[in-house]
């Protein structure tokens, strides 16, 4: 039997904690970004526009993938029908206290911020959830990562429960991805849809017409789920790692010289070698991450990657709140963005331990109920 089969895969854990704490850092930089966001400081950093350049083309999509493997790993002793239950119970709690009551604070500030809005808190929400504010829709801002994680995972696991379906798939997937096919074949699917489909659609996150991102992100968590368990793949991803991180070295300046000025939409070379980073950005991260990370378990990992989920739950709401309130203070940026960050992280881990110790709370907060004690 496959030994991917039997371990614990220490290096996904790892690489999903990576990137949720990148995502969070640079949700703070939002905050100082020369474009709009939810709330921004009086201080505005143009170079973050192409710090930004170095992880947006990687950073959700890496998070897909891996959310797709780690999928695979999790249910890969259950039948897919109890798999989804499980999935659903894990997933929908969160994400309806979250439309509920983590995301209103976000959009009541963002209201009062850009003038839209007057009234109190407990206004706004009535009015976000009556019969029209519903049929406005309602804002998920950061958490709409939830809703297509869990669309995507039901939509996996329902492949799962055709094994035949599933198992022709992942054979014909492994032959495609084998040898270097495994850096080239996933560069021309990104750069097709970067070319064809992206200009057009662009990137909305609304899960009912969002064609480009669906093709990629659901692409990627499909690929993951479906090659998770194959012990020569992950051999590959090891042998191609510093081929992939010497594509991504060079493909990043091409594609920083080919984005200028960043504030155009980007140009059809640009769109390919965004592809191109992308795919060998991630390529790279799961490689290194399986050569040197695949056993390194420990107390530290065990509790981040319980404390994955709730920080990332809490963050903005937190990052909103606390942007709002420094504002008016006139901070130096270099002190302000400093408090922002601590606020973010220690806030986001502060509620971590306040929830994990309570059985009424955790289901909210994406965590396992605690285990009956006899």
């Not at 983590?102 to 009062?112: D, R, T, Y």
């Not at 920080?311 to 270099?334: D, N, S, W």
């Amino acid at each position: 039997m496959s030994t991917a089969k039997l371990q614990r895969r220490a290096d996904i854990d790892w690489i999903r904690i990576a990137a949720f704490g990148v995502l969070i850092l640079y949700h703070v930089g939002l905050v100082y970004a020369p474009w709009d966001w939810h709330v921004h400081s009086p201080h505005t950093v143009p170079g973050l526009g192409l710090v930004a350049l170095v992880t947006n083309p990687w950073r959700l999509t890496l998070l897909f993938m891996v959310s797709g493997i780690a999928l695979r790993f999790m249910v890969r002793r259950t039948p897919p029908a109890q798999a989804i239950g499980q999935r659903l119970r894990r997933l929908v709690p969160p994400l309806l206290f979250a439309i509920l009551v983590l995301v209103p604070p976000q959009s009541w500030i963002e209201a009062l911020e850009k003038g839209s809005f007057s009234g109190s808190l407990g206004t706004w929400w009535l009015s976000e959830f009556s019969p029209a504010g519903l049929r406005d829709g309602v804002p998920l801002n950061h958490v709409w990562f939830v809703l297509y994680i869990t669309v995507y995972s039901i939509a996996a696991l329902a492949l799962a429960s055709a094994p035949q379906v599933f198992s022709w798939l992942e054979t014909l997937l492994g032959r495609l991805l084998g040898g270097p096919g495994l850096l080239v074949r996933p560069m021309i699917y990104l750069a097709l849809l970067r070319l064809w489909i992206f200009p057009s659609a662009g990137l909305t996150n609304h899960i009912t017409d969002d064609p480009y991102n669906h093709a990629m992100s659901f692409g990627v968590f499909l690929t993951g789920f479906l090659l998770a368990l194959r012990d020569d793949v992950w051999t590959r991803f090891e042998g191609l790692r510093w081929t992939s991180l010497a594509v991504a070295a060079v493909s990043l300046p091409a594609l920083i010289a080919l984005s200028q000025p960043l504030d155009l939409p980007p140009s059809s070379p640009a769109n390919l070698v965004f592809a191109v980073y992308q795919w060998a950005t991630i390529c790279a991260v799961l490689g290194f991450g399986s050569r040197h990370l695949r056993s390194a378990d420990g107390p530290a990992l065990r509790y981040l990657t319980d404390a994955v989920f709730p920080c990332y739950l809490a963050h903005q709401t937190l990052l909103v709140i606390a942007a709002h309130l420094l504002k008016p203070r006139g901070l130096p940026v270099g002190v302000e963005a400093g408090l922002l960050v601590l606020i973010t992280l220690g806030g986001s881990l502060a509620v971590y331990e306040i929830v994990r110790r309570s059985g009424p709370l955790r289901p909210l907060w994406g965590l396992r109920p605690r285990p009956r004690t006899p």
